[in-house]
């Protein structure tokens, strides 16, 4: 790449402007929001939060006063009427977090928006494009549906694990003659349905070798493949060769179709739907699905909570007869969650739809969910999120979801929830599930005869389309993983107990295109069996599928490896930002661990506009807490509580909202389980938790002591409660907290820090823990320094940190002024370092640092997941430190802009939209030349910080004394500070 071509295309474009005037022209009013989503439909937020950005293309602008208009309708709002809320001229430049406070919001009002700011000389803009909201049913009262299904005569189909016993003996370890042949008696067990096999003289009836360490050999064949087990006395194994967790019998259930006919009454003004279910949804009406969002209504708690979302169909009706339906997945209510397998919160799965018709003439017409509705079982013969999706052609319906459709075969549903209890009933606050691009394949082979494999190029998180020209009866059998066996077929040992497989059986007559419905997978080869004739590479197009939040970054620089560390950083959360931010997308897991989610919440939040995920999220985390005051190791929990920097999430996931978005709400609507939360910590002691949890889970080549991360963990969540607590004008408790931070410093300093500043553990973990997490004294942080130093290079210049030490080593070495190791560690490419697998091939990123090697294959497939973002986390530090893009304080109404330039890498470019919008840097050093090129949005400032010892420095040709929106503040530690006003500039030093 040409970086100065680079520079001189910013310069002929958007940066030609710089050396004009400050505050020249007016300002406009662009991306509104509401509640952070454009145009949301059916929120519950009775004061929801309105923000816009604006854009200028002076130096300098920024918002005085604002007005905002909200109507009853899109005509009045036109002719500039706000029934609903006129503000007046407001002096004030905040732009965003303003909460609605006009006339009261009842049920389903529409409401019309547009606001018109003036700028920095009090001249006003025009007023901006419109934008809207709708209320959703902020009532129990205001649902008249009910929850029905199709339960009666239900064809459930077991799947029972393949599993054949060759050769079982029991006895001593060493001594061949001491054991006994029991294979009749463990195939006897494993045709009883009982998997779980245990080593003991019960299987004997007597010790066959008394005082003799014994064993219990196993030959088996598992799903076709040979294996041998060695069982030691008084444990167990669970023969199942991963594919069905604890060995349980399956039981997959058909997919209901439920539907209705109704007739209009006249013409329509506006037609709402909402829906809720337990399980999966996808609507339909008149032949058409409903909406573009997939795993409707979210995964949430259910016994707490359930959401459900809007539609606006008033395009769809039509005149005269009108037909509406459902189709039903079992998903994360019914179908397997993790190793826990099926039926986690129900063993019955449900739809509540509500369809409110408004006339032209002003009559009201609901058309719910009832007895009154017919169902029946179609071709969707078991949709699993794990174990995936059979889909049988021949048994499809046409017209099912038309007016007019012959239903008299269909049966009655079954009405009533499957929960004991009724949970809430929400409206859905984050963003929706989408397809967002397509992936065509890039390689197709075949390995072994009629057995293919294609190649989509990357890892990712979805299903295929499929593209056939089949016989009817044809069945095409379809496995995905995300790595290759030796042999060139997909490897799924890593996937545990998730079957990972889709099955279309043809209809005949001609092209067939299909996907699934209510399954994803995590892979990039899909291996299909079943074909009656060759395929090409037109049979599989990969769709990736996620959380739809807007991409909000760009980063590039010289250095090839670090470009495709970045694309890896990011596939690695699309795939796993999916309704909840999960730890992997494939194996049987899949769960939004706490400990996962906070080390990589920062650098996720460059990437993507999180804060709506967020915003849902963080209440499937409060949902969480214990009676104890403790948060959970996953949100939705299944395996437990309190594990020190899992359960810390709590308070510090809620803080990087409010820090990165200027979310008050958000930590002001969870603060006091936050608060619960320090109180639980306190409890224990000064250290926390203590010696409990999974530590620094996967460390490489060290470890630190729990009880050591327990306290450091204790003192940030604490630290941030202060900030908090500050913010939220809680004098009081800022106070109580700085109090007991003190004390939790004192506690880590004498029970951690020896004299010389080696802290327990040595680690190069518990080193940065002590200095980003400020728990040392001035003396003890320049020893801590000196130790990280050498840490590092006693491992040869490499890290060996892992979850809990990722996302601190970089910052942590260039805090003690250390920049040059961050970028020696970040561009390795040997073991153990984040370029060694991309050396291996990975597209994403890996749960272990040699997930897998060219040289000794796969790595423990317990454990062993090629999709995983927490070791991604060092994204924080490139945009941070890299391209030096961070905020100054809440929100980003004051920036930060101190790149830390390394020898190796001459050039890096990339830009971040904030919620005040685009913040872009790039820069160059060549032949002790340094350019640097800047945008900061309108209406915010920024602090620069210029390269250590730069000489004759200009800003667009001129004299930076002389420069149009620059001021100099200070020197620090040989860098040249400057305050920005909003613009672009040009830097450069000879």
């Excluded at 339909?284 to 949430?300: A, I, Q």
């Excluded at 929706?432 to 989509?456: A, I, N, Y």
């Excluded at 996302?807 to 060694?836: M, V």
């Amino acid at each position: 790449m040409n970086i100065t071509a680079v520079l001189t295309g910013l310069l002929l474009g958007a940066f030609c402007v710089s050396a004009e005037s400050v505050g020249a022209d007016k300002i406009t009013p662009v991306e509104l929001r509401c509640e952070y989503l454009q145009n949301p439909l059916g929120i519950d937020a009775v004061q929801p939060r309105l923000s816009w950005q604006l854009e200028s293309d002076t130096r300098g602008q920024k918002q005085t006063a604002y007005r905002i208009l909200v109507a009853s309708s899109a005509e009045k709002l036109k002719q500039g009427q706000g029934d609903l809320w006129d503000t007046g001229k407001i002096q004030s430049s905040q732009t965003s977090q303003l909460a609605y406070s006009g006339k009261a919001l009842t049920s389903q009002t529409q409401c019309f928006w547009k606001v018109m700011a003036w700028d920095v000389d009090g001249t006003p803009s025009d007023w901006s494009e419109s934008a809207h909201w709708t209320m959703g049913l902020l009532s129990p009262a205001d649902w008249k549906a009910e929850w029905i299904g199709f339960d009666k005569g239900t064809p459930e189909k077991e799947q029972k694990p393949d599993i054949t016993i060759t050769k079982a003996v029991y006895g001593a370890e060493d001594k061949p003659e001491k054991r006994v042949d029991v294979t009749e008696k463990v195939q006897a067990q494993i045709a009883a349905g009982n998997y779980k096999v245990g080593a003991s003289n019960a299987l004997v009836g007597e010790d066959p070798a008394p005082g003799e360490k014994k064993v219990l050999l196993l030959d088996f064949i598992a799903y076709g493949k040979v294996k041998q087990v060695k069982v030691r006395e008084g444990k167990r194994t669970i023969l199942t060769s991963g594919k069905y967790a604890d060995g349980r019998v399956q039981s997959f259930l058909p997919a209901p179709h439920l539907r209705k006919d109704f007739k209009l009454n006249g013409s329509v003004a506006r037609a709402t739907l909402y829906v809720t279910a337990q399980g999966f949804a996808e609507m339909h009406l008149n032949g058409k699905r409903v909406g573009d969002e997939y795993f409707m209504p979210g995964w949430t708690d259910y016994r707490q909570r359930i959401y459900y979302r809007t539609y606006d169909v008033t395009s769809m009706l039509e005149s005269g007869d009108n037909s509406i339906g459902a189709i039903l997945g079992d998903g994360w209510f019914r179908g397997n969650i993790a190793s826990k397998g099926q039926n986690q919160y129900g063993k019955r799965i449900r739809v509540r739809a509500q369809l409110q018709i408004d006339y032209a003439d002003g009559r009201s017409e609901l058309v719910v969910s009832d007895l009154s509705w017919k169902a029946a079982f179609g071709p969707i013969l078991e949709s699993d999120m794990q174990a995936g999706e059979t889909y049988d052609a021949r048994k499809e319906m046409p017209g099912w979801d038309r007016s007019g459709f012959d239903a008299s075969n269909w049966s009655a549903v079954n009405a009533g929830s499957a929960l004991k209890e009724e949970p809430l009933i929400q409206a859905y606050p984050g963003v929706p599930v989408r397809k967002t691009q397509e992936l065509p394949t890039v390689k197709l082979s075949e390995p072994q005869p009629g057995k293919f494999v294609f190649d989509l190029g990357q890892n990712f998180s979805g299903w295929i389309r499929l593209r056939v020209n089949g016989e009817a009866g044809e069945k095409i059998v379809m496995r995905f993983g995300e790595m290759l066996n030796a042999d060139g077929t997909v490897y799924t040992e890593n996937l545990r107990s998730a079957r990972a497989t889709d099955t279309y059986i043809c209809k005949g007559g001609g092209e067939e295109v299909w996907e699934p419905h209510f399954t994803f997978h995590g892979f990039r080869y899909v291996e299909m069996t079943g074909l009656n004739r060759k395929p090409n590479l037109e049979t599989v197009t990969g769709i990736v599928v996620h959380s739809d939040a807007p991409m909000t970054s760009s980063f590039e620089c010289s250095n090839p490896m670090l470009n495709q560390l970045h694309r890896n950083i990011v596939w690695g959360q699309r795939s796993n930002y999916l309704d909840v931010p999960t730890d992997c997308p494939q194996r049987d897991e899949r769960m939004g661990w706490t400990g996962d989610t906070q080390v990589f919440i920062r650098s996720g939040s460059y990437h993507q506009n999180v804060s709506a995920f967020f915003t849902k999220w963080m209440v499937d985390l409060m949902d969480t807490q214990n009676g104890a005051g403790t948060f959970g190791s996953q949100a939705p929990v299944f395996y437990g509580h309190g594990s020190p920097g899992w359960a810390d999430a709590g308070v510090i996931c809620p803080w990087t909202i409010f820090y990165i978005y200027g979310d008050v709400r958000m930590i002001a609507q969870h603060y006091d389980q936050m608060a619960r939360f320090i109180e639980y910590c306190r409890s224990k002691g000064l250290k926390g938790p203590g010696d409990v949890g999974f530590g620094d889970w996967l460390a490489i080549g060290s470890q630190s002591p729990k009880e050591l991360i327990s306290a450091a963990y204790f003192s940030y969540s604490t630290s941030l409660m202060v900030e908090i607590a500050d913010a939220l004008g809680k004098t009081e408790d800022a106070g109580n907290y700085r109090q007991l931070l003190a004390a939790i410093k004192a506690e880590f300093q004498s029970s951690f820090v020896q004299a010389d500043g080696t802290i327990d553990g040595h680690s190069q973990t518990a080193y940065c823990m002590a200095i980003c997490f400020d728990l040392l004294s001035d003396e003890q942080r320049e020893q801590a320094a000196a130790h990280l130093v050498e840490r590092v290079k006693a491992k040869e210049y490499h890290l060996s940190v892992g979850f809990l030490g990722v996302n601190i080593l970089l910052p942590a070495l260039t805090e003690i002024g250390r920049s040059d190791l961050a970028y020696r560690l970040i561009q390795n490419k040997t073991y153990p370092s984040w370029g060694y697998s991309i050396e291996q091939g990975a597209t994403t990123i890996w749960e272990r640092w040699n997930s897998y090697t060219k040289k000794d294959g796969f790595g423990p497939v317990k454990m062993n997941s090629f999709n995983h973002y927490a070791y991604g986390s060092c994204s924080e530090w490139m945009f941070r430190s890299m391209l030096g893009i961070d905020t100054d304080g809440a929100g980003y109404r004051k920036i930060r802009m101190k790149p830390e330039f390394g020898k190796s890498v001459p050039w890096a470019k990339g830009h971040y939209d904030s919620i005040h919008g685009r913040i872009g840097s790039v820069w160059k050093w060549n032949d002790g030349m340094f350019e640097w090129a800047v945008t900061i949005p309108p209406n915010t400032t920024a602090t620069v910080y210029m390269p250590e010892n730069a000489a004759s420095l200009t800003e667009s040709g001129n004299p930076i004394a002389k420069a149009n929106g620059v001021k100099f503040l200070r020197t620090e530690k040989g860098r040249a500070v400057y305050e920005l006003q909003s613009g672009h500039y040009y830097f450069k030093t000879k």
